[in-house]
């Protein structure tokens, strides 16, 4: 991992996924929950319990990766079509307040610290 100021930048190179984005609806909850539903039927697609405050940023890679990050401090990875957890960071020292995936396996995060 690199770091830098309130940013910081880490290859996590996930491993299967296969499951797009395409007509979800991501929801992050207030008790730290995240919420796939589909966009026409609104079924829910997945779910993890996965930060224990509040999720302030998500992003979901092309290869069906989920990202979040909340005010716990903590980066989730969530393997969608797997539905299990696929790690976290535990980098930073203020709540997580934006993420995004660039690239191929490149996650960028950034806190208020």
Same mark, same amino acid.
């Given at each position: 991992?690199?770091?830098?100021? %309130?940013?910081?930048?880490?290859?996590?190179?996930?491993?299967?996924?296969?499951?797009?984005?395409?007509?979800?609806?991501?929801?992050?909850?207030?008790?730290?929950?995240?919420?796939?539903?589909?966009?026409?039927?609104? $079924?829910?697609?997945?779910?993890?319990?996965?930060?224990?405050?509040?999720?302030?940023?998500?992003?979901?890679?092309?290869?069906?990766?989920?990202?979040?990050?909340?005010?716990?401090?903590?980066v989730?990875?969530?393997?969608?079509?797997? %539905?299990?957890?696929a790690?976290?960071?535990?980098?930073?020292?203020?709540?997580?307040?934006?993420?995004?995936?660039?690239?191929?396996?490149?996650l960028?995060?950034? $806190?208020?610290?």
């Open positions: 991992p690199v770091a830098s100021g %309130n940013r910081s930048q880490t290859t996590m190179a996930p491993q299967g996924g296969g499951v797009t984005f395409e007509g979800t609806v991501a929801i992050g909850t207030y008790d730290g929950g995240l919420l796939g539903l589909d966009a026409e039927a609104g $079924d829910q697609t997945f779910g993890f319990e996965g930060h224990t405050g509040c999720v302030k940023a998500m992003h979901g890679s092309v290869d069906g990766f989920l990202a979040s990050g909340g005010t716990d401090n903590l989730k990875l969530f393997d969608v079509a797997g %539905n299990v957890d790690g976290e960071l535990v980098q930073h020292g203020d709540a997580v307040n934006c993420i995004e995936f660039w690239g191929g396996s490149t960028i995060t950034g $806190d208020g610290d």
